[in-house]
């Protein structure tokens, strides 16, 4: 399977702090998505990076790929409790060219 | 521009009953994924359609499940004969071509099946 899991599951920090989320996958993909999900909502897409990029900044959001190792990490720099959420890393569906393969996620909790 | 929609949020059902959900992709796209997160899990893809056609449906369930994307309205997944394992988030995805890197969600249908 090529579904990506993330580590931790859950993670509690304070405003202010950075928060570090990681994913591994199985196989080899072409690109590699994290997406957030406040509780009770849908899904937002944050941020692409593809197989041939090693880092990509959004904001307060960097992301890193390392193909060798397949796997991914997170980092939410100076954390605010609106960053309270699930964040889920997605990697291309083995059997469906479309679709994607999310992990369980890791529960994010920035508390003031 | 509306985001993508669908309807009921919440759907409580009982065991036997059929369920009916839908989804209103974004304007201009005409390509719909279908997705279900269970209780303390990832989503799970479970068919791609595009308007009159089902593209993919590796993910959907063999018996009860069955989802259309008609030339006019709303895709719709049904699920005949509910049952408990039934119960979960169901989400739908919309692109404006058959893309997985730019698929927009909706807020998602709570079924529970009580």
């Known amino acids: 399977s090529q579904q990506g899991e993330e580590d931790p599951q859950a993670l509690s920090i304070q405003e202010g702090e950075n928060a570090t989320m990681n994913c591994s996958y199985k196989t080899s993909i072409n690109n590699l998505q994290w997406y957030r999900q406040n509780s009770g909502r849908g899904l937002v897409h944050l941020i692409l990076?593809?197989?041939?990029?090693r880092e990509k900044h959004s904001g307060r959001l960097r992301v890193t790929l390392d193909t060798s190792k397949k796997s991914s990490s997170l980092l939410i720099t100076a954390s605010r409790a609106a960053d309270t959420a699930s964040y889920f890393c997605a990697t291309p569906h083995s059997n469906s060219g479309y679709a994607l393969n999310f992990g369980k996620g890791t529960s994010l909790l920035v508390t003031p | 521009n509306a985001g993508v929609m669908q309807n009921p949020r919440h759907l409580v059902r009982r065991r036997g009953q059929e369920a009916r959900l839908r989804c209103s992709p974004m304007?201009?796209?005409?390509?719909v994924y279908w997705y279900r997160q269970l209780p303390e899990e990832g989503l799970k893809f479970m068919v791609y359609l595009q308007k009159e056609n089902i593209i993919d449906e590796s993910g959907m369930p063999k018996e009860r499940f069955s989802a259309e994307f008609p030339k006019e309205g709303p895709s719709i997944l049904r699920i005949q004969q509910v049952v408990r394992g039934d119960s979960a988030a169901y989400f739908c995805?919309?692109?404006?071509?058959?893309?997985?890197?730019?698929?927009?969600f909706g807020p998602g249908t709570r079924l529970t099946v009580t």
């Open positions: 990076i593809r197989s041939n990029e």
């Open positions: 304007k201009g796209h005409s390509h």
């Open positions: 995805a919309s692109s404006p071509i058959g893309d997985m890197e730019e698929q927009y």
